[in-house]
C-alpha cells in the first residue's frame, strides 16, 4: 500500500494513540475491578473474633504421602493429585467453620468438591 499524505498519516499516528491509551486505560480498570473483587471476597470472610486467622488468608500448605500429593489453601480451596501423575481431584472449597458452638474455629469445613463416581461430592474437615 502507498505512503499516505502527511496530514492522513498525522490523523491515523493521532488514532492509533488514542486507542493505545484506550487499552491501556482499559486493562488498568479492569485490573482495578479485579482487585476490588479480590477485596470484597476477602472481607466477606470470617476471621475470628479478632481477626487472628486473617493472615493465613490465602496461605497454602502440602502433604505428600505415597500416593498422593494434598494441597489445602486455607479459605480457598483443598485438592488432591496423584504423586506419579494424573489430573488433580477437587476436594473441597471454602465453606465454614464447623466447629462446635463453644469452639467454632476449631474446624474448617470444605464442600462441594468433585463428585464421587456412584456418589456424592467429596467435602473436607480440617481440625485447627
Known amino acids: 500500500m502507498p505512503p499516505y499524505?502527511?496530514?492522513?498519516?498525522a490523523l491515523i499516528d493521532v488514532a492509533?494513540?488514542?486507542?493505545?491509551?484506550?487499552?491501556?486505560?482499559?486493562?488498568?480498570l479492569?485490573?482495578?475491578?479485579e482487585s476490588i473483587r479480590s477485596l470484597e471476597k476477602e472481607?466477606?470472610?470470617?476471621?475470628?473474633?479478632?481477626?487472628?486467622?486473617?493472615?493465613?488468608y490465602g496461605q497454602c500448605y502440602e502433604l505428600t504421602n505415597n500416593e498422593y500429593i494434598y494441597r489445602l489453601c486455607l479459605f480457598n480451596r483443598v485438592s488432591q493429585k496423584p504423586k506419579h501423575g494424573g489430573s488433580e481431584t477437587n476436594l473441597g472449597t471454602w465453606g465454614s467453620w464447623a466447629g462446635p458452638e463453644?469452639?467454632?474455629?476449631?474446624?474448617?469445613?470444605?464442600?462441594?468438591?468433585?463428585?464421587?463416581?456412584?456418589?456424592p461430592n467429596r467435602s473436607?474437615?480440617?481440625s485447627v
Open 43 to 56: 472481607i466477606s470472610f470470617d476471621f475470628g473474633p479478632l481477626g487472628e486467622f486473617a493472615y493465613l
Open 102 to 119: 463453644d469452639q467454632k474455629f476449631s474446624v474448617m469445613k470444605y464442600e462441594h468438591g468433585t463428585g464421587c463416581w456412584q456418589g
Open 124 to 126: 473436607t474437615t480440617v
Open 5 to 9: 499524505d502527511e496530514a492522513t498519516q
Open 16 to 28: 492509533q494513540n488514542a486507542r493505545d491509551q484506550f487499552e491501556e486505560a482499559e486493562k488498568s
Open 30 to 33: 479492569k485490573e482495578m475491578e
